[in-house]
């Protein structure tokens, strides 16, 4: 089956609410992230929880196949916050939604809430936050 | 109460490091992995991806609190300037007054080799027991 045509990020509402994803972060995966960051805290593998990073990044990387970033794009804030602890392995959904959009001097402001949620449970155990910066057509991010 | 102090965390990027990040978060902007396409934006060439540089700072946080941070930690910043390949990352924690909650917050930061400030925020956690 054809991958379903990207959106670009800056064509999005305000509001937009992205299709849920189902994702599984699995233990090689995560050694793949930290291997990345070169992060060996070794608590990772010794209690099974992942680095609450490894899981936004992933979903961050999951919604890159919903839509696409004009050229020149740029991630220019990030919040997280933890409620629970993620299992490495745990079955994830992750939901988004473009909560902020706002455009001035040739930029436009995307703010992406991504809320993901271990299966079973009620609430989610991550919340994040990320700000974009994007160029409107026809023009460039500022040296 | 006072807030334990936090190890830095110090990280060198790599072009490498920057590829295998790609692979790993799914994020291949051409900006952090084509180097012909950098050099034509106004920065000159290729630049980490933000959130492999803010990895150091959760790295940093869970050597000092373990599953409590992984549980329970709360990250809010803003990418200042980008980290480039070759740049030495210095990621730093400096305690404030714990919370009413009992919190511990830190305002956070990495800096590049140069003293450049390339991320700056806060990072906030509740100690377990």
Not at chain 1, 29 to 42: L, Q
Request: include cysteine.
């Amino acid at each position: 089956m054809a991958a379903p045509a990207r959106v670009l990020l800056t064509e999005l509402p305000k509001g937009h609410e992205f299709p849920a994803i189902d994702l599984q972060v699995t233990q090689d995966e995560i050694a793949a992230y930290a291997d990345a960051v070169g992060d060996d805290n070794e608590i990772y593998a010794s209690v099974g929880l992942a680095p609450p990073l490894a899981i936004a990044a992933r979903a961050l990387g999951a919604l890159l196949e919903l839509m696409e970033l004009p050229a020149g794009t740029l991630h220019t804030g990030q919040e997280l916050t933890c409620r629970a602890a993620v299992p490495i392995g745990a079955r994830l959904r992750l939901t988004g939604r473009i909560a902020q959009r706002s455009e001035r001097a040739g930029l436009i402001v995307s703010g992406i809430e991504l809320a993901i949620t271990i299966e079973g449970d009620d609430a989610p155990a991550i919340f994040a936050k990320s700000t974009i910066m994007s160029p409107t057509k026809g023009s460039a991010l500022p040296s | 109460m006072t807030a334990p102090s936090v190890e830095s965390v110090v990280r060198t990027i790599t072009q490498e490091r920057i590829g295998r990040y790609a692979e790993a978060s799914g994020d291949h902007n051409p900006i952090h992995v084509d180097e012909a396409f950098a050099q034509a934006t106004p920065f000159g060439g290729t630049i980490a991806h933000g959130m492999l540089v803010l990895a150091a700072i959760s790295e940093m946080m869970t050597a000092a609190f373990g599953a409590a941070w992984l549980s329970g930690g709360r990250l809010r910043i803003r990418f200042r300037a980008p980290a480039r390949p070759g740049d030495t990352v210095t990621a730093s924690a400096q305690a404030q007054s714990a919370r009413e909650d009992g919190a511990f917050r830190y305002a956070v930061e990495c800096q590049n080799q140069a003293g450049e400030v390339l991320i700056s925020g806060t990072a906030e956690v509740v100690a377990g027991d």
